[in-house]
């Protein structure tokens, strides 16, 4: 059975930093493209970070490029999301997620942990 | 970016047929692929995906949900609509990043 299981969330003031955690069992780890996709309060959903199977190919939306740092340890099947610069519009939910092997869909996902950028 | 839009709510009654709409911006095929795939989300949980590449079920998904469309213009179909079905339903395209969801459709009762 696939798991996610995300780690690191919590109250954060504007402008600091917080790194989010993801462990993974039950696939073989190494072998998947990972991703954030994250909910703000009473909102929908925007992907945030994707990273490939072996680490070396990462990808952002605008809204996060430059901020947010995706990177992964296949020995300890964890990912991660570093985000620096955080603003109140970072507030959210973000999911771990697993992607396909091709086309780029969300076959697995994370319970969510909440991140609170408030002073 | 692509844009998705959807229709913000739906109502039905159980055992009905309910409609679920997704337009995109632009095409979101890919030669024979039609690239959009459908999530719900019930209340406090994680979203599970339903139907990837437009029309194909993802395991463990019952037969009841189906999805159909290509180009700019799909459809995801709940038949008969089930109790446990209400939740909140996102369709999400990947022909071209940034990877795009929809506004999301709030499936509720009559």
């Known amino acids: 059975e696939v798991q996610l299981v995300e780690s690191g969330g919590g109250l954060v003031q504007p402008g600091r930093s917080l790194k989010l955690s993801c462990t993974a069992s039950?696939?073989?780890?190494?072998?998947?493209?990972m991703a954030w996709v994250r909910q703000a309060p009473k909102k929908g959903l925007e992907w945030v970070a994707t990273?490939?199977?072996?680490?070396?190919?990462?990808y952002y939306p605008d809204s996060v490029k430059g901020r947010f740092t995706i990177s992964r340890d296949n020995a300890k099947t964890a990912l991660y999301l570093q985000m620096d610069s955080l603003r109140s519009e970072d507030t959210a939910t973000y999911y771990c997620v697993k992607e396909s092997t091709v086309a780029t869909y969300f076959d697995y996902w994370g319970q969510g942990v909440m991140v609170t950028v408030s002073s | 970016d692509i844009v998705l839009t959807q229709s913000p709510a739906l109502a039905v009654s159980l055992g009905q047929r309910a409609t679920i709409s997704c337009r995109a911006s632009q095409s979101v095929n890919i030669s024979r692929y039609n690239l959009m795939h459908w999530y719900q989300q019930k209340p406090g949980q994680q979203p599970k995906l339903l139907i990837y590449r437009a029309s194909n079920l993802a395991s463990g998904i019952p037969a009841r949900f189906s999805g159909s469309g290509s180009g700019t213009d799909f459809t995801l179909t709940i038949n008969p609509v089930q109790a446990d079905d209400i939740a909140t339903y996102y369709c999400q395209q990947s022909r071209e990043s940034p990877w795009t969801f929809g506004g999301g459709t709030k499936l509720g009762l009559k």
């Open positions: 039950g696939f073989t780890f190494s072998s998947f493209t």
């Open positions: 990273i490939t199977s072996g680490g070396s190919n990462t």
